[in-house]
């Protein structure tokens, strides 16, 4: 039962354009999400993230938008940079205080320059 | 996600050997989280530790598989006997006391991978 799902794999844009990656759930009472973003080896590092009594958050070339009613979030990237290549978790907060996440399975963006 | 420390970060053991991964969680974390992520899949919900406390293991193979945080040293997920499906990238996460409730977040580690020969 996969409660977050990121339906797109793999994500190819041209540097400077927006990159826009997707993220769908089906459990109401999540009240959490976060954005991770993975190098190949490494762990996932945080991006940012969005409680659910707000819509949008911002921070710098990153922005989450949260649609409670159709339980959508997404993250917009711009101007995509090459850096930004990698692959993007979004997660869940499963139970709220805990801290305990549910996972995507990721999306690969690649930014071409 | 500095801070988070995991090791060993390479493993290799072979079949029906044991292996004991550690994590020391960020300076001032008192929660540690374990992750597996399966090649070609996401990251999988393992267990969730404080200190001498498992308060969720509802992701954790019912056997072979144990966690612990002690009140001194680094969090251990041990896997007994270990079999071929056991490799994998292990990840360790911390954070401090509500996380996601807050504003605080959690932060992981730089994995461990598993080659269970």
């Known amino acids: 039962d996969q409660q977050v799902k990121q339906n797109s794999p793999s994500l190819s844009v041209q540097e400077g354009r927006i990159s826009i990656l997707n993220c769908d759930y089906t459990?109401?009472?999540?009240?959490?999400f976060l954005w991770y973003k993975k190098y190949p080896a490494e762990g996932p590092t945080f991006l940012i993230s969005i409680s659910s009594i707000k819509d949008k958050n911002e921070d710098g070339r990153f922005t989450v938008f949260l649609n409670k009613s159709a339980k959508h979030l997404s993250l917009h990237i711009v101007p995509s940079q090459p850096g930004d290549s990698a692959v993007y978790f979004c997660?869940?907060?499963?139970?709220?205080?805990?801290?305990?996440?549910?996972f995507g399975q990721g999306t690969t963006l690649q930014v071409k320059p | 996600n500095a801070g988070v420390m995991q090791n060993p970060r390479h493993l290799v053991r072979r079949r029906g050997q044991e292996a004991r991964l550690r994590c020391s969680p960020m300076?001032?974390?008192?929660?540690v989280y374990w992750y597996r992520q399966l090649p070609e899949e996401g990251l999988k919900f393992m267990v969730y530790l404080q200190k001498e406390n498992i308060i969720d293991e509802s992701g954790m193979p019912k056997e072979r598989f144990s966690a612990e945080f002690p009140k001194e040293g680094p969090s251990i997920l041990r896997i007994q006997q270990v079999v071929r499906g056991d490799s994998a990238a292990y990840f360790c996460a911390s954070s401090p006391p509500n996380a996601g409730a807050d504003g605080n977040t959690i932060y992981f580690g730089e994995g461990s991978w598993l080659t269970v020969v």
């Open positions: 459990n109401s009472m999540f009240d959490y």
């Open positions: 300076k001032g974390h008192s929660h």
């Open positions: 997660a869940a907060v499963g139970s709220s205080n805990t801290g305990k996440l549910i």
